[in-house]
């Protein structure tokens, strides 16, 4: 018997020789399996780094265009010229971005957690967003983790048990006819063997918790309520028979053994062996069956049989299990000391008993999120220990897979399949069954050669290398192992798939909401450099309308509250109807640039130069030429100030939206835009009526006129932008609706 490190000894006592420690046992395999992953910087870090390096070079080129234009166009001398290109570079940096981007994230983190999925590392919420395929557990998180079982299956008769949970009430039935063990003893035997064969235990109602609970895996714990179902009193049995050695369960055997002392045998010398585990493995090992109580010869027929009644099983979404036994008698020749046993020696020439039929219902709400999934283009692998049939069966109830015939390859096929073929595989229907935790690693790394963004489920010790490979790896709160927790980005509390998807929607609005950030920051440097440009090609016949100390206003105070402000926008409706994003596409693409500088900078730019222009017609421009400094000046260049604040505002609520109305949202949804509003509104007021500042920032009070004609264009603002999302709303739905028509056509 071997004991592996980290086991915990629960009771008992024994005496173990050493013979690994660190990293060369089993459990340092796999820390040193776990420890040799290169932690790969998430998309987001990759893009920031990018973005980082993008806008520099832009701004230092404007900055530097701007000084060349000012010395040569406007004759501005050299010292102010540079303080001006200065003014240019700063107001080109993004001051925000970095705030905006933790902030987004941390709100998602924040959102994640009220929906059950808690994350570790805050990279990680914005990778969840580009995810193209999920690899899955079935037991636990697809399905209910509540075994049942529902049939006793036996060469010459089947039973129904009725009932549900861990409660043991319910009934055997041959048929509609209720029936006593005491009368059958085929199936006692078999009822027995399965709970002997056994490390869970049932427990009663308490005042901590008032129900049916379990201590232990929940399929052995369903062998045991049946039992008790059928009036097996189990303490009193293993008095009689108590528990000598145990061969545990291994994921390669796929199966358990466990020696008992034969009833009422005081020499010590004969033993009972009940094994239980895959049917295909266990019946391999058996050479009899159990018929009324004989031990008959088994024949290709009756395998046959055997097989077909579980493939049966199978097909319907049901886990099955086989039951056998095998009586060790002292003429066989087996040492004497039980710990001497191996499953070599025991595991062979057994008596096949029967077996037992389990349901795990899927999750209520698993099959909407499957659904979402596919929508959102989201690929779903089941990799499953159970066998493949029952995997089909439950992936095909909850919509994972919908061919008539999708591939399911064991975890024998995957070790003997080349890396060519794997991935011709993984790109079709695909379910991997009785696969071994550790094998995950090699389905993981070829879906992330494929150019895939992978998020794998664990529970696990050995899940660990698959969980820190994956570009998210999930661990499983309540049934999780410490070291599958810690090599995972995120752990799910409640074993949930359906939370998985909604951390998937959330990570998805985290990096729109980056991209709002962005497109609102940047197209205000359009409207700052706009009044230079004019200042330049007129060559100083029209005043500059913007001075560097009212840019730097604009950045470092008016915007940068309504601009966190849209870190925290909820996902937007339709979120999880696109398909992943790319990798290669950058967060900067051209339909943010073309909408940010384009659509909203000149827009914004415009109407700034228009209130530049409305202070001196107030004043008799055209007729009176242009002051370039004084009272008149200094409000000129305030009104091309609050137009950009003011049209800001009207931005901000067009940011909240990509393609939806900002109406349909709520213009009110968003508390911390309306602070950031009343924030940069009382920025711009006390530049403006502060006197003491009207030196340093060139401003000057304005008049009830003035505010009227600059918050006249926040509505403008905003309906012209609803007019274009409308237009892009319509031309989706023409565009679905041809697609819709052709596959038709196809049809």
Known sequence: MLIFAGTNAASGV??????????TTEFGK???????MVEVPSPLQIEMGRITRLVSAMAISMGV?????????AHVNVTESFIFAMGMIVAFIPEGLLPTVTLSLAMGVKRMAKRNALIKRLSAVETLGCTTVICTDKTGTLTQNEMTVSDCWMVNQQMKVTGVGYAPEGEMLSGDVPISLAENSDMRTLLVAASFCNNSRLLPPSPEIN??????????????VAARKGKIDLDQELKFSPRLRELPFESQRKRMTTIHKVAGDRSGLEKLAYIKGAPKEVLDLCSHYLNDGEEVAMDGEIRKKIMAANDDYARKGLRVLAVAMRRLTKDMGLPERLSDYTPELIENNMTFLGLTVMADPPRVEVAAAVKKCHQAGIKIIMITGDYGLTAESIARRIGIIHGAQPRIVTGVELDEINDADLK?????????????PEQKLRVVSALQEMGNVVAVTGDGVNDSPALKKADIGIAMGISGTDVAKEAADMILTDDNFASIVNAVEEGRGVYNNIRKFATYILNSNVPEAVPFIVFLFAKGQIPLPLTVMQILAVDLGTDMIPAIALGVELPEEGVMQRPPRSRKEHLL????????FLFYGIMEGAIAMSAFFFLYWQNGWPGVPMADSGEIYRMATTMTLGAIVVTQIGIVFNCRTERASVFKVGLFSNHMILIGIVCELTVFSILVYTPFLHAIFNTAPIGLIEWAYLFMWVPIVILIDELRKAFLRYWDRRRLQKKTEVMKGES
């Open 14 to 23: 024994c005496k173990a020789v050493v013979f690994a420690t660190g990293m």
């Open 589 to 596: 693409n051209r339909p943010l640039l073309i909408r940010a």
């Open 211 to 224: 129900h049916w609970n379990i201590l232990g895996d929940p399929t052995e714990a369903a062998l045991v």
């Open 65 to 73: 265009i701007f000084f060349v234009l000012a010395v040569l166009l």
């Open 424 to 436: 011709k595989a993984l790109s079709e229907e695909i379910i991997f069954a009785r696969v071994a």
């Open 30 to 36: 796999i820390a040193d399996l776990t420890q040799n």
